[in-house]
């Protein structure tokens, strides 16, 4: 019964279905599974599908933003119930487009697929300074700052960050990703960040695995 | 005077252009690109670079060829020629180019980056279509994701645009010209985006100093043959020597 139940939370997801999502999750709770049984075998399980699909051009941005979309819809239930649960934090990752940048729709993408992966995400919005993302990693104790650029005009501030970071006390604590379209992994290394990825599921795959590890 | 010259143009500049050319007779040789390339700039520079080695492998090559793009993303990094220096402007996208001011005073321009901006070519391939799209766009997300999500993604599509204070007309002195009934387009866009139009002077002395030969070093960068182009950290123009041009 169970399986069955987690198994139609995964498909409803898939499909962007975020009010038949919400009512199943509702059901499951009432049948008395955990919050963690549900998050892990019925939501996050969907939206692992959907990250594989979405990284092999399966399907493209509307379809993952409505599945996440149902993700939330389901987590908002589970909220409550996991902090009672005492539920063991994955990792807690601050998010924001640089100085002066306001092409926040892959910043967005790339903070749901990294809440669907049990991360939390601190979304500082756009035109974040250096100072406000790592004021917030200390307010946060955040192992991982993720910040985007689109333009090449704005992609020069990333070095600011690196600077920031290691002017403060999260210097050597911190790992820096970063990602946009004018971004690749040589810039990544010419400015000092730790990890360059270059789409969302990639990069929420990475934070999991770098919080993991850390 | 300057040699035979092709110019590689982005079709965001087709209006301006177009005028430019004609009422100064310059004999050069167009190619547009479809505006838009910049959304994926890996395309943006297979297709500048296609364009490039078609104008070199043709029976009269040219002795220079005009890029009228800005760096768009890095979208021209890497692009390459074997014989003709590639000159384009010092610009990271191309509404300098259509202000007509150089990429510093446009980057000073308060409330430069939360401005919508518009231009005929801006409004004609990307804005305008975007706008009257919306209910098609509608339409295919219902019948693929029902209404509910479909209209969660129309409100996530226009989530972009609440990021700009205001929306900004590109204004030639020639803009009517150029681009009839152009302020009503504007205004239509602005509306459906939640914006107001305002009226930015616009100039035409930057594109018309590129399309008389490009002779100021601070506004022009010239690429040399087998060189490849790339950004400082600090957002310059550099040239590195390619080993990957036979």
Known sequence: MSAAILEEISQNLQQGKANEVATLVQKAIDEGMTAQQILDGGLMAGMD?????????????????????????????????????????????????????????????????????????????????????????????????????????????????????????????????????????????????????????????????????? | MHGCISIIACEVFRAELELLIEEFQFSYTVHFLPQGLHDDPDQLRVRVQGAIDELESSPCPPDRIFLFYGFCGRGLSGVVSKRTPLVLPRIHDCIPLLLGIPQKEKNALAGSEKTFWMSPGWLKYSQLPFATNRKRRFEEYKEKFGEDSANYLIDMEYSWLSEYTSAGLICWDELDRMSPGIEKTADFVARDAGLEVRKVRGSRQYMLEFLNGAENEDLFFTLPPRNTLSLSLTGDFLATPSDEVE
């Open chain 1, 49 to 214: 599908v959907i990250g594989v699909r979405f990284k092999n051009n399966d399907i493209f941005i509307p379809e993952v933003l409505i599945a996440a979309r149902a993700m939330a819809a389901g987590t908002d239930l589970l909220r409550p119930l996991l902090v009672g649960e005492n539920v063991e934090k994955k990792g807690t990752v601050i998010i924001g487009t640089i100085k002066d940048d306001l092409h926040d729709i892959g910043k967005n993408l790339v903070r749901m697929m990294m809440e669907s992966k049990g991360l939390d995400v601190i979304d500082l919005g756009t035109d974040v300074s250096p100072e406000q993302f790592v004021e917030a990693a200390i307010e946060h104790n955040a192992e991982i700052i993720a910040c985007s650029a689109l333009l090449t005009t704005t992609m020069v501030h990333i070095k600011d960050v690196v600077t920031a970071i290691a002017e403060s006390e999260l210097a050597g604590k911190v790992k820096l990703m970063i990602g946009g379209a004018p971004v690749n992994d040589d810039f990544r290394e010419s400015v000092g960040a730790d990890y360059y990825t270059p789409d969302a599921s990639t990069a929420a795959e990475k934070a999991l695995e770098i919080c993991t590890a850390a």
